[in-house]
């Protein structure tokens, strides 16, 4: 979620993964990019060669697809690998990419066909059984995160291995891949009940057999495959580029796939530059070392000032919020509605994301950021600054002023620690400044910084100590926010159930809502339908606001002027990286 | 001489183990589970994450992870990254040649420097060049590396665009491509050196002076000899004693306290590497790492005990 200003990000976001905590960039609805790169140049004609230098402030932990679990392995992953399937950069909507597929009438099977132009970079056609591969090491490693995610593919809990609750290791084979006799490009994954997200989850790890398949065959050990030399060194790819060099700690060199079979990229090198953090990124773009880079808003004015590059503004899938306790057994007040929606009206947001972020983010109501189609199209309370409101609602919910102005209730007065991670100077001043504006509502609020690996331990595991979080959620591809907001994910230490449901709020229409966009019971997973639901879901956060939603920041993308198509959008920045191309 | 650095190796056994010992208690005992903050974020289930745990030995009892662990140690195994799955001894060891090249040659600036630079104070006492030099000595101490290694940045890499921004190379260069790690050691190097050369330019002023006010000294002008000779044959090697007393403990910060040059310049060295997996509690990492610094600054001692004997012949090695 967030990382320490020289740390590395501690959290991944992995395109295929469901959320994500964000490390302190966000992004936000203010969709205003500036004249695309790819409109500017689209006459010109693509020049080859040259290098494309991108700055991160996270080194790679693996090329391994199946174990990644932070951004910058997937970033490389992304370029080495292709998935099935892929979304808009802009809009989200899911497109075919390696193969193009179907869905049954009954929602329960996906039959996927490669396309026929499809070759790893080795010249072997990419296969049905390359995707089954990927599948495999996913049911066998020891190591991956993902297991959870092919749940519901039949089959699948009973090959994977080690035994528990969700893994059997009673089969040899997953039964609900079938490949195509007569087609081997052509195969179907037969799921146990309609789930609308599995489309991006089915994209999957397709990993060239002729590389991998010893490590996954029936005798294969969990460590043959966690510990194959190819996971970091991968000899043959699918995607655009090819791996050259990974110098720890400082770059990843990839070289580009002449016979990519969407087109042989145009320049010759992709290099990830590691970096120590946001400063240098910036320093890096304006002379020039780096060819592209996000930086964070407080650096925007002086890039504005640099010739040589150009600054792209979108929204980023993720939101900066305050999570209240609503069961806090110190913070009473967190519990009534009325008192969560007074700390709505009582913070003036757009000031402060002037403050925090100079200004580069949009206030955010509910849980939805407004790129996503399941974005409400129905109005919801903006909670506008309002502090007369706020008290009014505080003195309706019973909490007075006493003798000190501190508001008290049936004699317990209104104390409030917000508590976020240390190091992130953004959510620092932002709890500061929360507390101050509460503290004028007569609430006894103070900022707490701690530790980000003690806070992430007290949030899932139902530590009650915490009364108010500051933290960041970054949005994965599927709209789908069960993981954060169903009942199932609160957390409980006397049944040892963990999760992200730290608010301990719970509504069963919000559930329901949840459960209906994510398994419909009339198996209808159309946009449309999944809106509906999800506009319910967000009237219903908007109303008892559980969290105060923060704010949805903009990634702030500089480029050098001579790279030519990066168009990156709020779901894909590298979408089209064969095609870009460096002006001499 | 070998009996010496024998015995002192046999020393280093407990001093070892109790460094081991505080660090795997210390890392453990610090708030937050690895694998949770891992997998944060993530969809693994609370199942994915015992069984996560299970792998790296996690569920067992503090004493008995210990023991195993140890074990392994004896055997050379320092267990797997959580993050990286690969070696933890050999993910740092990975960044020993970066930190050691930049330590290499900020040790040698503040030797080439300092120790001039003191010699120089002591010979011009009380003219202006000593009153310089000894601004310079207050100055180096009191400017924070951070800020002075932003500034440079700002100048000489983004303004005049004469030296890089970060990094060790630039990117397309070889590995073995000499003159451009030069240019990207440069300011790391001269701002790591600093604090280090105002602190022998100030060790030296007062060592040469304080030699040269006793009676060998004297007496080697009064027996007419040249100068250059009294001053580098008598004076200055007695004066370097202090000097390899507090190399052993410049040694030590070289190795561990680079961590805000290596961040400022961003360079790939050992002590952000093991910051980052300090900060992700990545035990298999952190323990490697406190360990095999533990053993390279047992071993820079034993070559700093070496080192004054050499310099100073009474002082006997036994």
Sequence with gaps: MSHPRTGRALIAVFAASMLVATACSGGTPSASS?????????????????????????????????????????????????????????????????????????????????NDKANWSDGKPIIAQDWLTGLTAVG????????????????????????????????????????????????????????????????????????????????????????????????????????????????????????????????????????????????????????????????????QTVDSVRITKYQSLGYTFIGWNTASPTAVGLADKRVRQALAYGIDMDAVIKAVVFGEATKQVAHHVPVQWAYPSVALEPYKYDKAKAQQLLKDAGWVAGADGILAKDGKKFNLTISTNSGNNERETLAQVAADQYKQLGINAVSKPEAFQGLVTKLTTGDQTLEATIIGWSLGGDPDPYQIWHSSQIPDPAKSVTGFGFTYFKDPALDKAIEQGRNPTDGNCST????????????????????????????LAVSAKTLQNFDPGSFSTIYNVHQWWIKK | ???????????????????????????????????????????????????????????????IQYVNWMWKVLHLDFGQSFIYHQDAAALFIQYIPNSLQLTVVALALQLLIGVPLGVIAALKRGTWADGAIRVF?????????????????????????????????????????????????????????????????????????????????????????????????????NALIPVVTALGGILAGLIGGALVIETVFSWPGIGRFTFQEAIAKDYPVIQAAVLIASVLLVISYIIRDVAYALVDPRIAVK
């Design chain 1, 140 to 303: 066998k490693s020891a190591k991956t995160v993902r297991k959870s995610t092919f749940q519901d593919v039949v089959g699948f809990n009973e090959f994977c291995a080690p035994a528990g609750s969700q893994c059997k290791a009673t089969a040899t084979t997953i039964t609900g891949v079938t490949i195509d006799s007569a087609n081997p490009k052509k195969f179907s994954v037969k799921m146990t009940k309609v789930s609308c997200p599995a489309i991006l989850d089915l994209s999957g790890y397709t990993l060239p057999t002729q590389v991998f398949g010893k490590y996954v065959t029936a005798t294969s050990k969990a460590e043959d495959f966690d510990n194959a030399p190819e996971n970091l060194n991968p000899t043959v790819v699918s995607g655009p580029f090819t791996f050259k060099e990974w110098r720890k700690g400082d770059q990843v060199i990839l070289g580009k796939n002449a016979s990519y079979w969407q087109g042989s990229p145009n320049v010759d090198e992709y290099v990830y530059k590691v970096v120590a953090n946001s400063t240098a990124i910036t320093n890096g773009l304006k002379t020039g070392e780096l060819t592209f880079g996000s930086i964070i808003a407080k650096d925007l004015a002086d890039m």
């Design chain 2, 1 to 63: 001489m070998r009996t010496f650095i024998l015995r002192r190796l046999a020393y280093a056994i407990p001093t070892l183990l109790g460094i081991s010992i505080i660090t795997f208690v210390i890392v453990h005992l610090a708030p937050g589970d690895p694998i949770r903050l891992y997998t944060f974020g993530s969809r693994a289930t609370n199942e994915d994450i015992e069984a996560l745990r299970h792998v790296y030995g996690l569920d067992q009892p503090l004493p």
């Design chain 1, 528 to 555: 449309a339908a999944r809106k509906a639901n999800y506009e319910t879901f967000n009237k219903i956060l908007n109303e008892n606001q559980p969290y105060n939603f923060g704010y949805s920041n903009n990634v």
């Design chain 2, 137 to 237: 000595g207050v100055m180096g101490h009191a400017v924070p590396a951070f800020w002075l290694g932003l500034v440079l940045i700002l100048f000489f890499a983004v303004q005049l665009r004469w030296l890089p921004s970060q990094g060790l190379l630039t990117v397309g260069k070889d590995v073995w491509d000499i003159p451009d790690r030069v240019r990207h050691m440069l300011l790391p190097a001269f701002v790591l050196s600093l604090t280090g050369i105002a602190n022998y330019s100030r060790l030296l002023r007062t060592e040469t002076l304080e030699v040269l006010s006793q009676d060998f000294v004297r007496t080697a002008h009064a027996k007419g000899l040249r100068e250059r000779t009294v001053m580098f044959v008598h004076a200055l090697r």
């Design chain 1, 34 to 114: 500036a004249p695309s790169a790819a409109t500017a140049t689209a006459a010109a004609t693509p020049q080859q060669g040259g290098r494309i230098v991108e700055g991160t402030i996270s080194d790679i932990a693996t090329m391994q697809p199946v174990l990644v679990n932070d951004t910058a392995s997937g970033r490389m992953t992304g370029l080495m690998y292709d998935g099935l399937v892929q979304q808009d950069a802009k809009s989200g909507e899911v497109k075919p990419k390696l193969a193009s597929y179907t869905t049954s009438s009954d929602g329960l099977t996906y039959t996927f066909t490669i």
